[in-house]
């Protein structure tokens, strides 16, 4: 957070701006049938407000399965920058019993961007809140 404001920086910005279409390819046992569901989505990289003026692309698959005990999300997705620089990302995600109110929630991402390769745990403890049978955005907590 910023309380002042220095000479020439803009005063608002607007990130991570995109257009995306999601969709079911398969249904599996997230949508209460059995084996894996299968996902994809599509999106368009806006220009931001005040930051990044190019626009760029992305696809994702993801792939995912529940039991009793835990939800396994494998996910995949190739990028072009608003750069247009070629990136890529491939994690998995790990929740707790689907039947939790709270669950807990581990993550690990392998990133390519252009020149290196970066492997990436979550950053902080999180936790997935259930509400109404669906997930709810990610509770996270500063390990630090």
């Not at 257009?19 to 368009?44: C, D, H, M, N």
């Not at 396994?72 to 109110?101: D, F, K, M, Y």
């Amino acid at each position: 957070m910023r309380l002042r404001v220095a000479p020439g920086d803009r005063r608002t910005t607007l990130g991570d701006t995109a257009l995306s279409v999601k969709g079911i390819l398969r249904r599996g046992t997230l949508q209460g049938g059995t084996g894996p569901s299968i996902a994809t989505e599509i999106g368009l990289l806006l220009p931001t407000v005040g930051a990044e003026s190019g626009t760029g692309a992305s696809a994702a698959a993801i792939v995912s399965q529940r039991w009793s005990k835990v939800t396994l999300h494998v996910n995949g997705l190739l990028a072009l920058s608003r750069e247009h620089q070629l990136g890529g990302l491939g994690g998995a995600i790990l929740e707790g019993p689907s039947t939790w109110v709270v669950r807990p929630v581990a993550e690990v991402f392998l990133e390519r961007e252009p020149g290196k390769y970066r492997v990436r745990a979550g950053d902080r403890p999180q936790a997935s809140l259930a509400t109404s049978g669906r997930r709810s955005p990610v509770i996270e907590g500063d390990a630090s």
